[in-house]
């Protein structure tokens, strides 16, 4: 079992900057992919960064290509800059373990394992 916990979303208004964590509580599961997602109210959670953690290899969706960054140690990490009002949503990490993804990693939501519970951005114009 891997329980992930978000945290370090908040209210920002256009051009800000936010940084979110997701570590791994009470494990030391080796995670090989990590993932992080938002979903906005009505719409279906997509995904933004994916990370390998052997390689570090990242790939990103292209809404946040060049604003976003994906990072990983003992934990996994995304930079936000230049937030714009349509990058508001609840983000959430994944983990993917027991897979391999030949790109590095994985944007579709269906290939994560485990989900941590959210933490909410809002960006203001």
């Known amino acids: 079992q891997v329980q992930l916990v978000e945290s370090g979303g908040g209210s920002v208004q256009a051009g800000g900057s936010l940084r979110l964590s997701c570590v791994v509580a009470?494990?030391?599961?080796?995670?090989?992919?990590w993932g992080w997602f938002r979903q906005s109210p009505g719409k279906e959670r997509e995904g933004v960064a994916t990370?390998?953690?052997?390689?570090g290899k990242a790939f990103y969706d292209d809404s946040v290509k060049g604003r976003f960054t994906i990072a990983r140690d003992n934990s996994a990490y995304l930079q936000m800059n230049s937030l714009k009002p349509e990058d508001t949503a609840m983000y959430y990490c994944?983990?993917?373990?027991?897979?391999?993804?030949?790109?590095?990693?994985?944007?579709?939501?269906?290939?994560?394992?485990?989900w941590g519970q959210g933490t909410q951005v809002t960006v203001s114009s």
């Open positions: 994944a983990a993917a373990v027991g897979k391999f993804f030949p790109r590095g990693g994985s944007l579709n939501p269906n290939d994560y394992d485990y």
């Open positions: 009470a494990s030391s599961r080796y995670v090989p992919y």
């Open positions: 990370i390998d953690y052997g390689s």
